[in-house]
């Protein structure tokens, strides 16, 4: 069993990565969700945002629960065009520009074409540029190199690319033999493949969840308000990113259960219970403060949900850049939601 949910989760995963979709621009993703949940014989349905919403009935009434997950990364947009045809750039969520600097990306346009490039200092060459080592790496001093014969900004304007087309950079999703997965974008389709993977097991034991459950995928988290539509329910558990680094005890093989973040605390007695079930269960976890965090529960809070709520995930090393976490650690997340949702 525990191999078949492992090879269930790691292809969810690579299709859900393999998919561009950075705030915005996301129906892709979600169709490709939307069809791996209906496949498994669980009911779907669209919000008028693009959210996804996965009901699973439970074994009693009186209780309404959520679980989330965001399926939208970050990515960039065309700002402008220059006079020789490079393409300027904004922001989509929060990316640590500097890591870019040489990726590949694609360019899509509103009339259906992709076009690929790469993603470049505007002093790219140590033969040329004395400060090609030194120049910022930020919206100003970034752009994208096309690969079409372009000299222009009417040249590019031909191709039909112009203000407003997403550029997405790639994922370069990688699972080693050790069980580290390496890709940009675990946050958070790393933890929405968790989801996918719970209703492959339900499916697979005949379990149920003990309370009618709403699984939502959401689509605008990395830019603050995915949560603010989500299923009403009495509790909400968030799953998303673990936070590594300074100060913190999570590694990249635990369950983070997260008890504060830069919005405050999480609900105590939800959080006391997760630490409850980890602890009996000998689920490896750790309890951490997030510095510089948000997740879909302030979005549902800040737009009047009156739910109690937490938040868990997995560690993930390197968040915003080229993330990597271990399958371990999504195997401790993905027990420690069936252990929440008291599957039976």
Not at 72 to 78: A, E, F, N, P, Y
Not at 157 to 171: N, S
Not at 230 to 251: K, N
Request: aromatic share 6%; glycine share 10%.
């Amino acid at each position: 069993m525990r191999e078949a949910r492992k090879a269930f989760l790691v292809d969810t995963l690579k299709k859900l990565l393999g998919q561009d979709s950075p705030s915005g621009f996301t129906d892709n993703v979600v169709t490709a969700a939307e069809g791996i949940a209906r496949e498994l014989g669980f009911a779907t349905r669209r919000t008028n945002k693009g959210n996804l919403v996965i009901t699973v009935p439970g074994r009693e009434t009186g209780c309404k629960v959520g679980l989330c997950a965001h399926v939208d990364t970050l990515g960039l947009m065309v700002r402008s065009i220059t006079a020789d045809g490079m393409l300027m750039v904004t922001t989509v969520g929060g990316p640590l520009l500097p890591t870019l600097d040489g990726e590949y990306c694609r360019i899509y346009t509103r009339e259906g074409k992709v076009y690929t490039g790469t993603v470049l200092s505007l002093s790219p060459s140590v033969h040329v540029q004395d400060d090609a080592a030194t120049r910022p790496r930020d919206e100003k001093n970034i752009a994208v190199r096309i690969d079409e014969k372009v000299h222009s900004k009417a040249d590019v304007q031909a191709l039909g690319i112009a203000a407003g087309d997403f550029v997405c950079y790639d994922p370069k999703t990688t699972v080693t033999e050790s069980g580290f997965v390496k890709s940009r974008f675990l946050d958070d389709k790393a933890s929405a493949s968790c989801l996918l993977t719970l209703l492959w097991q339900m499916r697979e034991t005949g379990t149920r969840p003990r309370f009618e459950t709403y699984f939502t995928l959401t689509v605008h988290e990395e830019v603050g308000h995915g949560g603010a539509t989500l299923p009403t329910v009495d509790e909400l558990l968030a799953v998303d990113m673990g936070c590594i680094g300074e100060d913190l005890s999570c590694t990249e093989y635990q369950v983070s259960i997260c008890a504060k973040d830069g919005g405050g605390p999480y609900d105590y007695g939800m959080v006391t219970r997760l630490v409850q079930l980890a602890k009996a269960q000998g689920v490896d976890y750790a309890v951490d403060i997030y510095p510089h965090y948000g997740s879909d529960v302030g979005a549902a809070w800040r737009s009047g949900m009156d739910c109690r709520a937490a938040l868990i995930g997995p560690g993930v090393h390197a968040s915003h850049g080229m993330e990597r976490t271990h399958l371990d650690g999504l195997r401790a997340t993905l027990d420690l939601a069936a252990l929440y949702l008291e599957l039976a």
